[in-house]
């Protein structure tokens, strides 16, 4: 007892911190999910029971959804997560040129909502395809169900994988893999005893967070699944078209349950190990490969990948200003003056909500991960869980729960621009956690204990030990945040108001009225947003001082 | 070092001010920036303005709000959802409306929301002159236009398989079709409902509709979750054949699908009629029955002939736009909307469990 109360002495902060960390945590998290938990035992007319759920599991299609989810879920994962590692390691590893176009390239797919993706993809290999019928004459190609899909989900989850593998790679101290080296090791030798064993807990991340996407993923399902049912769409499809809420709720704690099982075993088989190899001692700059096969094959890699990224998204800005793909090809304006003249406000709001839910999806991503990794407090596991668990649970269901739980006073939310910067905050955070986390299980905590047995209080080792290290995983996270806000579209479909309106509303607006000239200016202008606040992040970078100091 | 400490501080600025955005608003006193504050519960002026959630296209609805503030003086905001999205939001918000009326979008939602209750009755002065069939007795909802079915094929599509447009529910089920024909889901989509109710008043009897769902189930390429969406396919050639209104097909073809040819079915065929209502416990009810007086108007029901919509008016003194497909000219169904939307989610349900296995 006497431990705990010198600890509260030396950091009288940290409790109120954890406190009010769990607090928000408590209020957008949890207490929606509940108001969901009790309305799936609730039916419309009041009467309590296990309706929802017979129904789901009486309808024989909830299981072939639940089926198809984690299909779809393992192969969008497995093929993201690899491709995303060899994009990271060509990054941190291989001198190759264009790194800069990579780079954009792999962040490219974020930063337009996903079913953008999914309608190029039906322009691109549909049945009036660009590459199928024009370039290779195929009569019927059919782009709608599983191979779409995967194909689809890869190409827009696959940088947060690079984001988050990214960062943790370029932070892998050379010391070590240069002693194997001079230590007579090849340097597949290395990679596979060094590298590879080091990355296991990105790899893991990465693997867990796209994962849990594809399972979430309700956009592309809808624009490209085909009659490729999964559970994602189901539950959107009860709550939202059956008006059946309670079936719609039923279905959500199932795979939310799903998630939690997978995000349990994962945690079981990384979070046995640590990995240190930021010490505190200076280390030097990481020798480069050259040249050789190695770098002509995972050069060669990257460029395929990013000429069909580009091929993806040089149709968006192109069909822009084509009056009708495929039908009729004369250029035209009427798409933009269509969007300045209707979609003004959503452009403004969208922009500013973002705006505000950034640095605090940031932040408080990376408090909670310093949380997580470095202090030790009654219910932090609970912390863990709650804090992951929002991105388990699919939007839709995410915006049903916050207009259930914040319809009533003392928490009357419901139209305001609170509610979708909760929303916002709660649907970004997770990826910052996991980067946060990534890096910080790197850093020796005896650095910080040097701080402190120098004196420094936790808030000072946090801003000036802490931060510092973890700096490329923040911003990583904060360019994150802002996409994510940015091109939100199934929670916050049910928070959009007449006060606040949403560009990923009118697009899917748009998609859904096959105006593709409209939302491909939607989404142009949204692309250009995205460009300028990339660089003005990367100023900020670089103006804060890129280069680390070295003692 | 100056920069260091300077930076340190503005760090933890910056983390006091995010948990206290973040979580000051639990205490429920907000602080958020960029908000006008949390006017929800301040008393509204007679001048108030009016939130409208409507239920067709966009464009449409830009446009009509745009022209009731014209004609009325009253401001409005507006936001644009489906049919589905609009009864999930009210049914969620009825402990605290944030809006005052609901606009379009097919009248069988609003029968559902009337039985739970969510909406307020009006009827209007105006609303004795639309038809009987076109309203609510008790005025709960008042129908503000009609559109039929009708079938979208693409052109080329028919001369490379050397058909003829299809004219009956009976001809979709030609063997030429066979992964050729797309319509909505019926779940998430009112004009699918509509559709699924048609064949079964058609075809004479639930079973013998349900009969002929399950056959036309191996034709169906896909179920599209949005009503319209199938126009788009069929335009651009991914389908051969589509289901959907008749008056969606027609802005396809006026948007350059040239493709796109209509078809009605001469078996019968039903229409969706497109409703309007006031939403319960609404703080602005003068002003919001103004807006159904207005919308109920000619000058409000003319509005979507300006921008493409081509749907039939319900108000006998409005003139509907040229080119839309009179329900006198074809051959309707008795399109029962109440027991439509009764009938709703048991028919909806069987369907899915007994057609899309």
Redesign the interface.
């Known amino acids: 007892m006497s431990a705990m109360f010198k600890r509260f002495k030396r950091e009288p902060l940290l409790p109120i ?1 954890i406190v ?2 769990m ?2 945590l408590l ?1 957008f998290i949890v207490y929606p999910l509940f108001q969901i938990a009790k309305s799936s035992f609730v039916g ?1 007319t009041g009467e309590v029971g296990l309706q929802g759920y017979q ?1 789901v599991l ?4 909830l299981f072939h959804a639940l089926v198809n989810s984690l299909v779809l879920a393992i192969l969008t994962a497995t093929l993201s997560t690899v491709i995303a590692y060899v994009f990271a390691y060509t990054f941190a590893y291989v001198k190759v040129p264009f790194k800069k176009l990579f780079n954009g390239i792999a962040i490219l797919p974020v930063i337009s909502p996903p079913f953008v993706i999914a309608l190029s993809a ?1 322009l691109l290999l ?3 395809g660009l590459i199928t019928k024009n370039l290779l004459g195929l009569e019927n190609a059919n782009i ?1 169900g599983l191979h779409g899909l995967v194909l689809v989900q890869t190409l827009s989850f696959f940088p947060i994988a690079f984001l988050t593998l990214s960062g943790l790679l370029r932070s892998i101290s050379p010391s070590l893999e240069e002693a194997s080296q001079n230590l007579g090791a090849s340097r597949l030798k290395t990679f596979l005893s060094v590298t590879l064993p080091l990355s296991v807990p990105g790899i893991a991340n990465a693997f867990l967070l796209v994962f849990v996407q594809s399972l979430a993923d309700f956009g592309n399902p ?1 624009t490209i699944g ?2 490729y049912s999964t559970v994602a ?1 189901e539950i ?10 309670q079936a719609g709720a039923a279905l959500a704690m199932v795979l939310l349950t799903v998630t939690i099982i997978v995000y349990i075993l994962q945690n079981f088989w990384v979070g046995k190990k640590s990995y240190v190899t930021v010490t505190g001692k200076p280390t030097g700059q990481r020798r480069m490969i050259e040249s050789g096969a190695v770098k002509h094959g995972l050069f060669t890699f990257c460029m395929i990948m990013s000429i069909a990224v580009i091929a993806f998204y040089a149709l968006v800005p192109i069909g822009s200003f084509i ?6 090809n004369s250029l035209t304006l009427d798409h933009y003056k ?1 969007v300045f ?2 979609g003004q406000k959503a452009i403004k709001d969208t922009l ?2 973002a705006i ?1 839910a950034t ?2 999806a940031g ?2 991503g990376m ?1 909670i991960a310093f949380l997580i990794v470095r202090k030790r407090f009654f219910g932090k596991k609970a912390l863990e869980v709650i804090s992951m668990l929002s991105i388990a649970v699919p939007g839709t269901v995410i915006g ?1 729960g916050y ?2 739980a914040f ?12 509610i979708i ?2 929303a916002f ?1 709660i649907r970004s955070m997770p990826v910052g956690i996991r980067s946060g986390v990534a890096a910080l299980q790197q850093i020796d905590p005896s650095i910080e204990e040097a701080a402190t047995n120098l004196g420094a209080s936790g ?2 080792v946090f ?2 030990v802490v ?1 510092p290290l973890i700096k490329s995983a923040f911003f990583s996270g904060l360019v994150n945040s802002f996409v994510k806000s940015m091109t939100a579209m199934s929670a916050i ?2 928070l ?4 606040y ?1 949403l560009i990923t509303a ?1 697009i899917l ?2 998609v ?5 000239g409209v939302a491909s200016a939607y989404c142009t202008i949204l692309i250009l947003i995205m460009i300028v606040a990339l660089i003005l992040l990367n100023l900020l970078v670089k103006w ?1 001082g890129g280069k680390e100091q070295s003692a | 070092m100056a920069m ?1 400490k300077w ?2 501080s503005i ?2 600025l ?2 006091a001010a ?2 206290f ?3 000051g ?2 205490g ?1 006193n ?1 602080a ?4 006008n504050g ?1 006017q ?2 301040a008393p509204e002026k007679p001048q108030g303005k009016l ?3 409507v239920g067709f ?3 449409h609805a ?1 446009a009509a709000i745009k022209k009731f503030t014209e004609d009325t003086g009253i401001q409005a ?6 049919g ?2 609009i ?3 009210v ?3 009825q ?2 409306p ?2 005052d009326v609901w606009y379009g979008g097919p009248a069988d ?1 609003f029968v ?1 929301a009337t039985a ?1 209750e969510l909406l307020q009755p009006y009827t209007s002065p105006i609303a004795e002159k639309i038809d009987a069939k076109y309203k609510d007795p008790d005025g709960n909802w008042t129908g503000i236009y009609v559109g039929a079915l009708g079938f979208a094929s693409n052109k080329e599509f028919l001369a490379k398989k050397g058909l003829e447009a299809p004219k009956t529910w009976e001809d979709l089920l030609n063997p030429a079709y066979k992964g050729e024909i797309v319509m909505a ?1 019926p ?3 009112g004009t699918a409902y509509t559709a699924m109710y048609t064949v079964l008043k058609v075809m004479g009897s639930e079973e013998k509709g349900f009969e002929y769902l399950s056959k036309l189930h191996p034709q169906i ?3 599209t ?2 009503g ?2 199938p ?2 396919m069929v ?5 051969g054949v589509g289901v959907l209104f008749a008056h969606d097909v027609i802005k ?1 073809q006026e ?5 796109l040819e209509l078809t009605i079915p001469e078996d019968g065929t039903g229409y969706e009629t497109g409703a309007i209502g006031i939403i319960k416990n609404t703080k602005n009810e003068e002003l919001a029955q103004k807006f159904v007086d207005w919308a109920l108007s000619p000058a409000g029901q003319e509005v979507g002939k300006t921008v493409g919509s081509y749907q039939n008016l319900t108000n006998p003194d409005a003139v509907g736009p040229e080119k839309a497909v009179k329900l006198s000219d074809i051959n309707t169904i008795d399109y029962d909307v109440v027991e439509a939307g009764k009938e709703r ?1 048991r028919l ?2 069987k369907w ?2 007994e057609v ?2």
């Open positions: 911190l009010l960390v607090l928000c209020v419309s129904r009486s309808g024989g299609g039906m549909g049945k009036q709608y809808m085909g009659n769409r959107y499809l009860q709550a939202v078209g059956s008006y059946n809420l009056k009708l793909w495929g039908i009729n269509y003249s209707i500013t909500l505000v640095p605090i932040l408080l408090i049903i207009i259930l319809n009533k006073a003392p928490l009357a939310l419901t139209g305001t621009g609170i910067v909760a905050v808030s000072k801003t000036s931060l479909i049910f959009i108001s007449a006060k309106n009118s607006a748009q859904e009225a096959g105006r593709i804060m | 260091k930076m340190s760090t933890a910056t983390m995010v948990l955005t973040g979580c608003s639990t429920g907000s958020a920036p960029a908000n949390g929800d519960a939130t409208v959630y296209q966009e464009d830009v905001s507006m936001i644009r959802m489906s589905g999205e009864l999930a939001k049914r969620a918000e402990g605290n944030q809006a939602t559902q739970e889901d779940a998430s989509s390429q896909q179920y979750t949005s319209s969406a126009g788009r335009g651009m050639g991914e389908a396809y948007e350059g699908f040239d493709s989610q909806i349900d899915s469990v899309k296995k």
